[in-house]
């Protein structure tokens, strides 16, 4: 693959050229997937990759610099970097219970609690219930996955169906409402 070919390619889809990213694509997608499927060892995995990597390649194309890094290093480089996200997600989710069981475990108690912890645990997991109960539906989803179940906040974004500025913002109203209602500024109540 000739380099100024590729950098004019992309230069072009900079410019919003749809041609452009046919033809980069036609000429570089067979290498951007076997970098990814040597990382992922999956055809599916990997052309999920190089789809999500070929979005970024076309909204990122304006801050390609030809001065800092040949084209297909730098679409590479992007191309790894989805890998690495999937892999994590995929770690991340892998043996991760039910929802429901997931609740249940975290109110287990260690053997080495004492009554009075045990007792102020209950207290603060009744709290939290009733936050929950008078809380906005979007707000307690995000807290719930965010928290109680670790998600990022794209995998949030992709779980309710919104975009990530959104749940970045349902985030951060939740948590001050909670955080209103368990110091009972709101005398239990959040909007």
């Known amino acids: 693959m000739d380099n100024e070919e590729l950098v004019n390619l992309l230069a072009r889809c900079a ?11 036609q000429k570089t997608a067979a290498y951007l997937n076997a970098v990814a499927y040597r990382m992922l060892g999956s055809s599916d995995a990997s052309n999920d990759v190089l789809q999500e990597a070929f979005v970024q390649i076309w909204d990122n194309a304006t801050s390609y610099m030809p001065s800092q890094a040949k084209p297909l290093t730098w679409m590479s480089s992007i191309v790894r970097y989805r890998a690495i996200d999937k892999i994590r997600h995929e770690r ?3 043996n ?18 004492t009554q009075e912890d045990i007792h102020q645990r209950f207290r603060l997991n009744e709290q939290l219930q009733k936050c929950f109960e008078v809380m906005n539906e979007n707000f307690k989803r995000s807290v719930q996955l965010a928290y109680l179940q670790g998600y990022s906040r794209e995998e949030i974004a992709e779980t309710l169906g919104a975009n990530v500025n959104t749940v970045k913002s349902w985030l951060r109203r939740g948590a001050a409402n909670l955080k209103a209602c368990l110091e009972g500024t709101h005398g239990g109540k959040t909007q």
Do not use: F, G, M, S
């Open 92 to 94: 991340r989710h892998q």
């Open 96 to 113: 991760r219970p039910p929802a429901e069981e997931e609740a249940n475990i975290l109110l287990t108690t260690p053997d080495t609690d």
């Open 15 to 25: 410019l919003r050229d749809q041609k452009a990213l046919a033809l980069l694509y």
